[in-house]
């Protein structure tokens, strides 16, 4: 069961058993690739988007074409080898990521990137040593840890194999070897056929993540059991779905701090305003001016695009005494201090 660094919470079928490896997204994506300033381009949410609907051959058109413009993104370069692996093209999505770790040699994922796509091939050794990397860079990295024990797991089960091949009365290899297989098959992962005398098993195939929490569990007497990637996927979208309903609730209100704390601090202001200062005061007096307003929103549909990035598209309805409209409306959101905010926002009939 080694675990897939990925960039797309929503992407559900890059491996076989990839809902079985999906947990890194959420717990290591806050640090994943990406240094403080964070260019978020409207053209990657596209292309995000495009991959989430598992248009792969257009969202790759498109990602060749913007990594022409920026061929040094560490963001687009980690999306081409999760494209590329879901393509089965694990050879050229081993060379994305083994640039990616040349040239950002301090980043866990791409090393554990490549220890999966080499456990693919049955590399289980260069799969150990890349993510004997990932350890060396973050030495607190617990899923590439986890993904080692795991590679040495499937080496093991190899070996006592091979010494079952060649001396069938083995018994304690044969235990051992049962063990492995025991623990392996309860993670739903498979480890080989069972041996018989003279039959070594194939190098068995890395399945993919288990589903991350969606949120600390509170101490419990008992162990949590983790949400399938389905509970956490969902969890995600109520919280953003949340996010744009309290907009248009303190919209409706005319609750100036709170409409404007919904923006992210990414969020540039649309023309004519250069600056966020001058739209924040604009909209302030737009919202405060006398007279009742009501903002409803309805038909929201959330797209998980990673568990930091989603896009919001729903049916905007507005009225005021003097004027009213409805409109499809589309926000980028980002997770930001703990908030869902809205870092883009289009309009549209």
């Known amino acids: 069961m080694v675990n897939l660094a990925g960039s797309s919470f929503s992407f559900a079928s890059f491996m076989p058993g990839w809902s079985l490896m999906k ?27 495009m991959a989430d609907q598992k248009k792969f051959p257009e969202a790759m058109v498109r990602l060749e074409a913007y990594l022409q413009k920026n061929p040094k993104d560490a963001q687009g370069r ?7 692996t879901e393509q089965k093209h694990p050879d050229e999505a081993i060379s994305v990521f083994k640039s990616l770790s040349t040239d950002h040699p301090n980043l866990p ?3 554990n990137n490549l220890a999966v796509l080499y456990a693919e091939k049955g590399m289980y050794d260069e799969a150990a040593d ?22 040495y ?15 069938s009365q083995n018994r304690a290899a044969q235990t051992k070897l049962d063990m492995i297989r025991k623990l392996f098959a309860q993670q739903g992962t498979d480890v080989g056929e069972t041996n018989r005398p003279g039959n070594v098993p ?21 162990p949590a059991e983790e949400p399938s990637q389905a509970t956490a996927a969902s969890s995600l979208k109520s919280e953003v779905e949340g996010s744009v309903i309290q907009w248009a609730k303190d919209w409706s209100e005319k609750n100036p701090r709170g409409y404007l704390d919904a923006y992210s601090s990414r969020f ?10 001058a739209w924040e005061s604009r909209r302030s007096q737009i919202i405060s001016q ?37 409109v499809k409306k589309t926000l980028s959101m980002v997770l930001e201090d703990g908030r869902w905010k809205i870092s883009r926002e289009s309009s549209g009939v």
Not at 78 to 84: A, E, H, Q, S, V
């Open 23 to 49: 947990r890194i997204v959420l717990l290591l994506i806050g640090f994943l690739l990406w240094p403080s300033a964070w260019v978020w381009a409207a053209e990657i949410d596209d292309i995000y988007a």
């Open 78 to 84: 980690f999306l081409k080898g999760l494209i590329l």
């Open 109 to 111: 994922e791409p090393y």
């Open 130 to 151: 890349a993510l004997k990397k990932a350890i060396k860079t973050h030495p607190s990295y617990a899923t590439a840890q986890e993904n080692l024990g795991d590679i």
């Open 153 to 167: 797991s499937k080496m093991a089960s190899q070996a006592y194999s091979k010494a079952l091949s060649l001396d």
């Open 202 to 222: 194939p190098p068995a195939v890395a399945s993919p993540p288990a589903p991350p929490p969606a949120a600390p569990a509170e101490a419990s007497p008992l």
């Open 268 to 277: 540039q202001p649309p023309p004519p305003f250069t600056n966020r200062a």
């Open 290 to 326: 006398a007279g009742s307003i009501r903002v409803t929103v309805s038909d929201i549909k959330v797209t998980i695009l990673n568990p930091l990035r989603a896009l919001a598209v729903f049916k905007q309805d507005y009225w005021s005494p003097t004027y009213k409209d409805s």
